[in-house]
């Protein structure tokens, strides 16, 4: 079983910055892919990023290309997502998840967090 908890979250005026956390418990966190998600207000869940076990190989969508990073670290069994130059339609809770591949979809995920709120305003 893998517990996942999202901290970082706040409210952050466009062009702003936000760095988000997922702290990981139990086993095995170094051999899972893991990613971010986000829901904005009246809307379906999307992909952000993912990122590798190893940290080699990243995927973002393309609304975030440049302005987000994910990374993580397995020794603190915590993946991270630095938001720059954030934009008021990133405004959403934000969601981390352990998965078996770098995909998008969300049928690659099984264990969730319960998510963090960002909000940006213009």
């Known amino acids: 079983q893998v517990q996942l908890v999202e901290s970082g979250g706040g409210s952050v005026q466009a062009g702003g910055s936000l760095r988000l956390s997922c702290a990981a418990s139990?086993?095995?966190?170094?051999?899972?892919?893991m990613g971010w998600f986000r829901q904005a207000p009246g809307k379906e869940r999307e992909f952000v990023a993912t990122?590798?076990?190893?940290?080699?190989?990243?995927l973002y969508t393309e609304s975030v290309k440049g302005r987000f990073t994910i990374s993580r670290d397995n020794a603190k069994k915590t993946v991270y997502l630095q938001m720059n130059s954030l934009k008021p339609e990133d405004t959403a809770v934000y969601y981390c998840?352990?998965?078996?591949?770098?995909?998008?979809?969300?049928?690659?995920?099984?264990?969730w967090g319960q998510g963090t709120q960002v909000t940006v305003s213009s």
């Open positions: 998840a352990s998965g078996s591949a770098v995909r998008a979809a969300e049928r690659w995920y099984t264990y």
């Open positions: 139990g086993p095995l966190f170094s051999t899972y892919s």
């Open positions: 990122i590798s076990w190893s940290g080699s190989s990243t």
